[in-house]
Nanobody, 128 residues
Framework: QVQLVESGGGLVQAGGSLRLSCAAS????????MAWFRQAPGKEREFVAA????????YYADSVKGRFTISRDNAKSTVSLQMNSLKPEDTAVHFC?????????????????????WGQGTQVTVSS
């Protein structure tokens, strides 16, 4: 079993930055692809960013490309999401998720059902 705990959320003004962290425990996630999803009030959960086990492949939603950066430290079992130039529409609960690396991951990284482990989420609120 893998437990994921997010931190780093908060309230920030538009144009500001936040850095989210996801700490994994229970077993090593070095062989897992890791991702961030988010869910805004009244909306479905959506993909934000994902990173392969080695960090060699990275994927972003178009809405955050150029503003967000996902990274991982396998030695520390952590995944981070650096969020810059935040907008009010980034307001959401942000979730960390982990998926076993499989041959078809590159075509399915954005699918929620690809991910086996989920954190409880951390709230990000961006004021205008």
């Amino acid at each position: 079993q893998v437990q994921l705990v997010e931190s780093g959320g908060g309230l920030v003004q538009a144009g500001g930055s936040l850095r989210l962290s996801c700490a994994a425990s229970g077993r090593s996630v070095s062989t897992y692809a890791m991702a961030w999803f988010r869910q805004a009030p009244g909306k479905e959960r959506e993909f934000v960013a994902a990173i392969s086990p080695s960090g060699g492949s990275i994927y972003y939603a178009d809405s955050v490309k150029g503003r967000f950066t996902i990274s991982r430290d396998n030695a520390k079992s952590t995944v981070s999401l650096q969020m810059n130039s935040l907008k009010p529409e980034d307001t959401a609960v942000h979730f960390c998720a982990g998926a076993r690396w499989t041959y078809d991951y590159s075509g399915n990284y954005y699918r929620e059902n690809k991910y086996e482990y989920w954190g409880q989420g951390t709230q990000v609120t961006v004021s205008s």
